[in-house]
């Protein structure tokens, strides 16, 4: 039992730390609050690591993958315009649908974060779950369309234009995934053994989110755009 | 793969525990020490192979071992450069100054107990061990399935490194200890977080490069047409018909790249003349200023490279520009470096040695980029490679490998307790300082007349005085990979026999490291948490007791110590 009431402890001291630093860069003496008590091993059981790195870390990973999806689609531009044969890729209807459950996905994350902000648990996990199966139900839609295509004879190999169509979907549900494990990780997870707070992982999760919802619009505008 | 496997186990598991201790550890320390080895490996590996290619230049009648052993054709030698480069770019160049020191020190340096993820420090350093024997292996496959292996390796390679640049940042941003400010970061730090901010945009470039390739071999998809239809034709065949789009992509990584294995560079350089001059960096804010410029300016610059390939991109103007203005943070480098060196009492160790080295290599190398920054001469000097070849050897592999060498010397106290041989490390200082310009500055010549018998008849007498040189160039290569073995003998021999070192702080430097035993504690800063109250290089600080003052020596410590000093 010691061991189990210990390790909040720790947490709470960590935040502590972390909400006193105010911004990306602590200030000079920000943390040695505990510096009179003197209490060496104690004080070295509480180091831990900033708990802004994941909001750090999430900033980050989203500037990497934006520069991944960037990369693709500045090789479409060139080989859209570089080529004269470019047959267009018929888009399927339901991507459109999928589309609207994917912006339908943002709203309810954004409210389950409200629900949790007003303390209101039962809330949160409803809209939290809710969330989760719209971002199943936008990849099956995904894998849907793909069918589609499929169906109608266009396949990744067929031509570049779909070659790109199935490389985009593709590596956007890929990193939608990413995202749904995120959603199923803090949904399920038992908040004693972890170490981020729930406040912190709804929000770094729901910066991921949109960023996928973001980038959905983007690329769908760009097969679009590019027919 | 075996040797790198009983090398490892050979210089590191004395007792049981390896698995937990050694292999499936997040200690900052162990994996920055284990990328190290894995670099030590792949640059011996690497230099051996460039052994068989000179050989072979010079005496294309030689039967070489691996070469004819394994079918003595031209696909051997492409495959031999091919696994030559990659090797030495990504897994000394790239994972030595970056990964393994950054991982070591940069927590540190900066009074951190650890990374900011550790287990994902340790999924990329396994990461990197995969891309290492998959680039490996592809030596022994048929050309069709190598590619194909290659390609995925790098993409490991890539995945890896953005998981390690994300790291990296994150430290550097969230885990500074309290009092360890912006200003105050020592400059390997700087440079290390410059580098890893680089790496986050330009290894997702790469990655997304590798997806597409790796979808149209192994999906049939048309990204790169021409590359499929090249690598389908036999060798003889393959043209200049690189497609567009590759290279656009690949150079948008590949010039970034040199500046990404060049900024730790810049860093540690800048952090040993300070050191052993016993002076602060001469205005350290601007140079921070430099790196930051260094990271922009090479990542703007890709396009200066479709000039040098024949390919015209939008304006040859501007790419020239941006390449010359290169030049700006790198001669506010240089400047600094001399102005740090100025009328200083130097201490000529080999540490030293190795960045005075370093920067001579970088001015040389440097002014023979000039000539490739314009855009006229870059195309004339893409027709013979030899001139490339000695600039980019000289500038990235030579003077970055001097900069690595130059760190090892200066941290190997604290990494093992002891410390290296300084007459042996000198004696392989110069051996290869001489070494390597007799190789490099030839080539340069090489590519000159080269370029001179394609514009003009008048030099055709030439191919003799190139032949010699040729042969001249593999000699030189023979006895400075041989003078290698000169280190690698001290390495091993300082690892178990060296001197001891029993203080903390043998080089009387000033960063967060030297505050904790060698090696350090498992938890670095032991029971209390360091706190830094000044910049990173406080040298011949005149009311000091000593010539220097440590990051974390409280002020009334320092005005204790003087007391006593008087």
Known sequence: MPGTTAVPEIEIIVDDIGG??????????GGDDGNGDGDDRNRRRRWSPSPKRYSTAITIGIVSILMFFMALASAFIVLRRGSDLWVTVHLPRILWANTCVLLASSFTLESARRRLDLADSSGFRKFWLMTTVLGFLFVGGQLVAWRQLVAQGVYIASNQASSFFYIFTGAHA?????????????????????????????????????????????????????K | MDTYYSETNHEESPQGGFLSRYVFTTDHKTIGLNYLWLALFSVFLGMAMSLPMRIHLAWPGMHLPLLSSLGNSPERFAALTTLHGSLMVFLVLTAAPQAGFGNYFLPLQIGAREMAFPTLNLLAFWATVASLLGLTTTFFLSPQSAITLWVVSVAIFCAASLVNALNFSVTTIDLRAPGMTLPRLPLTVWAWFLNAILGTLIFSILLAACVCLLSDRLMGTHFFPVLNFVAHQPSGVISNAVPVLWRRLFWFFAQAEVYVAMLPCFGLATHLISTFSRKPVWKERLVVLALCGVGVFGFCVWGQHMFSSGMNPFSPLVFSLLASS???????????????????RLQLNTAMLFSLG????????GLSGIFLARHDLASAAAVSDDFVTGHFHLVMGVAATFAI???????????????????FGKLHFWLTFAGVYCVFMPMHWLGLIAHSRVSSTTLASLPGASSSIHTFITIAILLTVFAQGLFLINFLWSLFHGERVLECNPWRATTLEWSVSSPPPADDFGASDPVVYRGAYEFSVPEAAEDFVPQHLAPEQVVKARKAGE
């Open chain 1, 20 to 29: 006193g630093g105010g911004g990306p860069t602590p200030p000079p003496g």
């Open chain 1, 174 to 226: 890929v990193h939608l995934l990413g995202g749904v494990g995120a959603l199923l990780f803090v949904g399920f997870r038992k908040s004693e053994k972890t170490r981020i707070s729930l406040p912190a992982a709804t929000e770094i999760t729901s910066y991921y989110w949109h960023f996928m919802d973001g980038l959905w619009i983007f690329l769908l505008a760009l097969l679009y755009l590019g």
């Open chain 2, 326 to 344: 290169l030049g700006i943070p790198a001669t506010i480098l240089v400047v600094s470096w001399f102005g740090t060196l100025w009328n200083a």
């Open chain 2, 358 to 365: 370093f920067i001579s290599l970088f001015l040389t190398g």
């Open chain 2, 405 to 423: 060498l130059g760190a090892l010397f200066f941290w190997f106290p604290k990494l093992f307790g002891r410390r290296l041989n300084e007459p």
